[in-house]
């Protein structure tokens, strides 16, 4: 990504935060990362992403998806001791259809993106609005998109360790 995409990406960011109410500081907001997972298709599979608190306990998070935006599926893994990242999701803005495993959804309400399809693996649907949430196990492939207006996540878990996290597709990075 140039670095205007980057820019323009976190002001569209810093845009849907505000729209939502959110506020946060000049900190965070000058530290927004623009993820699009090395594949240069941030539109279709990306996510923007506002840290506030990540130790050794517990981590706090606003995840911001543009209009069908695509995380692409993952895993958090066992590291070392830890069982791996447990996470809840709790949609604030917009629409947001999250896949893990179990029974297949179908179909599916999300566009899965043609050029990574072969990567999507999990299909059991589950749909949050605002105020819903879900808690997501460690170590349970999962991905999620956001509806046709986008849409503002507020992730709490335990320790975020992204380094760790596998893809189901191995030409990803986690890279900024």
């Not at 608190?53 to 995840?63: I, P, V």
């Not at 830890?82 to 947001?96: A, H, L, M, S």
């Not at 299909?123 to 492939?141: K, V």
């Amino acid at each position: 990504m140039t670095p205007s995409t980057i820019e323009r990406a976190r002001q569209r960011t810093r845009d849907m935060i505000a729209n939502a109410g959110i506020v946060i500081t000049e900190q965070e907001s000058a530290s927004i990362e623009v993820v699009d997972f090395g594949l240069d298709r941030l539109e279709q599979e990306g996510l923007q992403i506002v840290v506030y608190e990540n130790n050794d306990r517990y981590c706090a998070k606003e995840l911001v998806l543009f209009p069908g935006q695509t995380c692409c599926e993952h895993r958090h893994p066992r590291v070392g001791h830890d069982p791996g990242k447990t996470e809840t999701f709790r949609v604030r803005q917009g629409t947001v259809w999250l896949y893990v495993e179990g029974a297949p959804t179908s179909p599916i309400r999300a566009k899965v993106p043609p050029l990574s399809a072969e990567h999507y693996t999990v299909f059991h649907e589950i749909e949050l609005t605002p105020g819903r949430q879900y808690t997501i196990a460690p170590d349970t492939r999962h991905w999620f998109a956001a509806g046709e207006r986008g849409a503002i996540v507020s992730e709490f878990s335990s320790t975020s360790r992204d380094e760790h996290d596998i893809f189901t597709d191995p030409r990803i990075r986690r890279v900024s």
